[in-house]
């Protein structure tokens, strides 16, 4: 009981005192951008109806992932956790007690552009508290994206784990449409995910080494004067006879909310620096 009151405080915290992918990740767009003399401080608040990760439902429902995103120029670090906001719900076979927070993602990144490509380079961890089978693992990531219009941008995303499943590889490429009117920002992407047979074995517990689904997700977002709020759609349909075969189902679904605010803090600059001809 105190270990839930505990996280909730923090939780709680977490929301008030302000607000990536990221992560679930930084958006490389914002990202990419050369950020001046100032630490961008990012806190955001959020419920998932489902954890849903790479199209795969992990049998928890009702979660919380706060983020926290620490960005200076072009370089940043992300902390996500899950917490669970019904730990009765919790698949008691996969735990060794009912927890409130089993997991910890640490992502370090650099973003850039080179020319018209925006490109971020991305290290994550993942760490697991009390759950069974589960062993801590890490990943190496690239994020690619060509605006092909004004609002229309191609994107591809490519991770290898070199952890515990070593060699596991997954990649997501497709297209996104962003509108903004007023203060609100519209974001619609599809694509289609690809994988070789280590990542199908490791999560899906199937034997596939190619297309894995197709999908995508629906966000708006808005802007009020001291934060933003985001309502995220997603939708993934298997195409895999093995995948559908594995998980029961042709395609997973989630609804999420999120309320975050971003902090710029502008550091000092020498009074001694002068700037270059």
């Not at 923090?10 to 990202?31: G, R």
């Not at 985001?230 to 995948?243: L, M, Q, S, W």
């Not at 042709?250 to 975050?260: E, Q, W």
Request: one cysteine or more; proline letters at 2%.
């Amino acid at each position: 009981m105190k270990i839930k009151i505990i996280f909730s405080l923090l939780y709680l915290c977490c929301f008030y005192k302000a607000q990536s992918q990221i992560m679930q990740e930084p958006l490389i767009d914002s990202a990419a951008k050369t950020r001046e003399e100032k630490i961008t401080l990012t806190l955001e608040a959020n419920y998932m109806r489902h954890y849903l990760w790479r199209g795969t439902l992990f049998g928890n429902d009702d979660v919380s992932q706060p983020i926290i995103d620490i960005g200076y120029k072009n370089f940043g670090v992300t902390l996500s956790a899950n917490l669970n906001y019904i730990p009765k719900n919790l698949p008691k076979e996969n735990y060794k007690k009912n927890v409130v927070y089993d997991e910890q993602d640490v992502e370090i990144y650099y973003a850039n552009t080179f020319k018209k490509i925006a490109y971020l380079v991305r290290a994550d961890g993942y760490f697991y508290f009390n759950q069974l089978n589960t062993p801590n693992t890490f990943e190496a990531a690239t994020v690619l994206e060509y605006p092909i219009s004004k609002t229309f941008t191609a994107y591809s995303e490519t991770v290898l784990d070199i952890g515990s499943y070593k060699g596991s590889l997954y990649n997501y490429s497709g297209i996104k449409w962003n509108y903004t009117i007023h203060k609100n920002d519209i974001d619609i992407q599809t694509g289609i995910s690809f994988c070789n047979n280590k990542f199908s074995n490791t999560y899906y517990y199937a034997d596939v080494n190619g297309l894995l689904y197709v999908g995508g997700k629906a966000e708006i977002s808005h802007r009020f004067k001291n934060f933003y709020a985001t309502v995220t759609g997603e939708f993934y349909h298997y195409t895999n006879k093995a995948i559908i075969e594995a998980t029961q189902r042709n395609y997973t679904t989630n609804f999420s909310v999120a309320l975050g605010k971003e902090i710029n803090i502008q550091l000092k600059r020498n009074k001694h620096t002068t700037n270059a001809l």
